[in-house]
């Protein structure tokens, strides 16, 4: 049973979020922090992604400027602990007016395996002790891990009434909205929801990591006790149709030695049919076809699975039908990028030998795998829109 509770959050004193507001850590450039801060000294990019000021790290730096914003009156801390219904208003790819409509609270970390808490992919190798640095300097958690509850109807107790406490949009056009929830048998309602079904971490696998490695921390120094290192702020959303927007991650392939033919290569494991180059209907044609997409400069073809490579793959997934491919190649790189468009751009640019354009994975393939305890290969889906940092912090105090 996932433990979720209220806290009492750390926000902003203003209701205006457009300048202070900042994407996830992981998908903010040089250039794009570099934006940020200059629309506020106070842009939340300065505690999520700090540089070193006036002689201190980067990390002392987060935790002095998150001090003197809590002091002068930047930030404030609510008087009782509560849940935040925060909705991400948005437009879809097919052009539909969408909504994504969650809980954030503080969820406990599942240290046994109980299956609490699932992963939902495996992850790739990558640095952890920026986040735990950071962690360890602030004693807050910045933004929220996104976890997807499989329990029924937890969306339909998060109705916010009234105006938000918080609105942002950002450069995409997403509206992002916070409403407190802190009557007690709302939040008596939203505990007992989450409980009763595991919830499937759907992005910030290395922040959930990264918390339970403070945890051990934490325990270890002071005696086993617990405290408010247990729990991790988390962003919960229904796992349904209806609440969210999956797109897919696609494949670049650099580094194939000169003059290998990749798409004669990949031929033992799909049908290969020429298609036009990609273009905004590229999707629908790989959705209509049942394929993936493969994209060289000599040309692109759909990618329709061979009997053989479905059985072989380990998911019901482009990307675990890719990686039965994957193996058989002559050593390369592989990277991951969002976006048909950027995935073939890399190709025009000569950045990559080889894009590999994915269908995204489907909210029901999401859900069985999380029934099942089972991990997707890493990079299957991307969530979105992202949740913003700054609408609230949690503080992690001891």
């Known amino acids: 049973m996932p433990r979720f509770d209220p806290f009492a959050g750390v926000r902003y004193a203003t209701d205006d979020l457009d300048d202070l507001a900042a994407p996830p850590y992981d998908v903010i450039s040089p250039d794009d922090r570099a934006a940020l801060e200059s629309r506020s000294q106070h842009n939340a990019v300065r505690l999520e992604l700090p540089l ?33 219904v925060y909705r991400m208003r948005f437009i879809d790819e097919a052009g539909e007016a969408r909504a994504t409509t969650g809980v954030i609270g503080a969820l406990a970390i599942d240290v046994a395996g109980n299956g609490d808490v699932l992963p939902r992919e495996h992850t790739t190798p990558k640095r952890k002790e920026d986040r735990l640095n950071l962690l360890r300097a602030t004693r807050a958690n910045l933004s929220p891990i996104w976890g997807l509850s499989l329990a ?12 938000p406490i918080h609105h942002a949009t950002d450069l995409d056009g997403v509206t992002h909205e916070l409403w407190p ?23 910030g ?6 918390a339970t490695a403070y945890r051990t921390e934490r325990r270890s120094a002071n005696g086993d006790q617990p405290g408010d290192h247990d729990m991790v702020m988390t962003y919960v959303v229904e796992l349904t149709e209806d609440q969210l927007s999956v797109r897919a991650i696609h494949r670049l392939i650099a580094g194939l030695p000169d003059g290998f033919d990749l798409a004669a290569a990949l031929e033992q494991y799909f049908d290969l ?20 997409a493969l994209v060289t400069a000599d040309g692109t073809w759909l990618l329709r699975p061979r009997p053989e490579t479905a059985s072989a793959a380990a998911f019901d997934l482009d990307s675990s039908r890719l990686d039965v491919a994957l193996g058989s190649l002559p050593d390369h790189q592989l990277t991951y990028q969002h976006g048909w468009d950027l995935a073939t751009a890399a190709v025009t640019k000569g950045e990559a030998d080889a894009a590999v354009l994915l269908r995204p994975a489907t909210v029901a393939q999401i859900a069985a795998t999380g029934r099942e305890g089972g991990r997707m290969p890493p990079k299957t889906t991307f969530f979105w829109p992202k949740p913003r940092t700054g609408l609230v912090f949690r503080e992690v105090a001891g």
Do not use: C
Not at 152 to 163: F, H, I, S, T
Not at 187 to 192: M, Q, S, T
Not at 205 to 210: A, I, K, L, P, V
């Open 181 to 203: 929830l802190s009557d007690g048998r709302a939040i008596d309602g939203v505990k007992a929801a989450v409980a009763s079904a595991p919830v499937v971490i759907a992005d």
């Open 52 to 84: 070193p000021e006036n002689g201190k790290d980067r990390y002392q730096t987060a935790a002095t400027l998150l001090a003197e914003w809590r002091s002068n009156g930047v930030l404030r801390t609510d008087e009782a602990p509560s849940f935040y």
């Open 273 to 292: 049919t020429p298609t036009a180059p990609p273009a905004a209907d590229i999707t629908t044609r790989m959705s209509e076809a049942g394929s993936l």
């Open 205 to 210: 696998h290395h922040r959930y990591q990264t």
């Open 152 to 163: 029924r109807g937890l969306g339909n107790l998060l109705e916010p009434g009234g105006a």
